[in-house]
């Protein structure tokens, strides 16, 4: 199966990048559902969530490891270059703290608003990349981007009151710093992958730096979990593994989508399963369907045709 999906990626042509455009979409919207299913009838997640990057960044790498094995082999093998391979302890460390801030930002605020706020790193994403890979952004695109922002700030308002905000207020702050280290980390792996930096092979750099995430998270776990066996509890349920499974795709299929297109596009069809999110949490019976939600599609959608259009 991982020689199939690579072949599709590698040989269809433009028809790469929709596979993995629908491909992060699904996956992003399924593990955030996942997450949230996850927590016990209190609210609270019945496991560590400390934990789930670390069986995440070990399923990645392990993935990662088969499809270069079964694609490459052993032929030419790669050089190893420490020098090189601190680079990718960057991106790493930017993503492990997007993923351990998520369960904790879906806990305060609920998933629909994660999947809504957590867009807030394609405005974050505009700046990184003018930083690190020194692209200007022209006045059609930064029109598409506030059309997202607007969209963003309309399907977030609730009409809520300010006691409501306050006891949210940590889940609203690490939507900020989830999107700033996502943004980052983000614009980073796409330097690093679209670079001559640990050779040619995306797999072989994946690896690498799937390497350093799990570093950080075992690292996160020495640190904070008391008792390893009782932090465990509640981790191998069928939900949590379907979770860990959805998140590991996500972060494969990101790394096709920085390499063949770019981390504003990625920010860009990421937004697309505030949609699909809030059809299934319709449907579900736990949202409902109003005004604000119309108007937040109709901008959003306005805004990715734009940014496509200016593309094309």
Not at 116 to 128: E, H
Not at 256 to 275: E, G, N, Q, T
Request: with cysteine.
């Amino acid at each position: 199966m991982c020689v199939t999906v690579s072949c599709v990626f590698e040989h269809l042509g433009r028809w790469h990048k929709i596979f993995s455009y629908v491909g992060l979409v699904l996956f992003s919207v399924t593990g955030s559902l996942l997450a949230e299913m996850s927590k016990g009838p209190d609210g609270r997640y019945p496991y560590d969530p400390i934990y789930v990057p670390v069986f995440v960044e070990l399923l990645k790498m392990f993935l990662s490891c088969g499809i270069l094995l079964c694609t490459e082999g052993f032929k030419g093998l790669y050089t190893f270059s420490f020098k090189q391979y601190i680079l990718f302890s960057i991106p790493a460390a930017c993503y492990f703290l997007s993923n351990t801030c998520m369960f904790f930002i879906i806990a305060d605020i609920g998933v629909l608003q994660y999947q809504v706020l957590s867009n807030m790193k394609v405005i974050f994403s505009a700046f990184a990349m003018r930083v690190f890979l020194g692209r200007v952004l022209s006045t059609r695109q930064w029109v598409a981007l506030l059309l997202l922002l607007l969209g963003m700030l309309s399907a977030q308002w609730r009409g809520e009151t300010s006691l409501v905000l306050r006891t949210r207020m940590r889940g609203y702050l690490l939507v900020i710093i989830t999107s700033i280290a996502s943004s980052v980390g983000g614009v980073f792996s796409e330097k690093l992958l679209k670079s001559r930096v640990a050779g040619n092979n995306m797999h072989f750099k994946n690896i690498q730096l799937y390497s350093w995430g799990l570093f950080f998270g075992v690292v996160a776990v020495l640190g904070v979990a008391d008792d390893a066996f009782v932090s465990l509890r509640g981790l191998w349920s069928t939900l949590v593994c379907l979770m860990v499974l959805t998140m590991s795709m996500t972060g494969i299929t990101v790394s096709f989508i920085l390499r063949y297109s770019d981390s504003l596009a990625k920010s860009f069809v990421a937004s697309l399963a505030i949609v699909v999110t809030s059809l299934v949490q319709i449907c579900r019976g736990i949202e409902k369907f109003s005004v604000n939600q119309c108007i937040s599609i109709v901008l959003i959608s306005y805004g990715l045709q734009m940014y496509e259009t200016r593309v094309k």
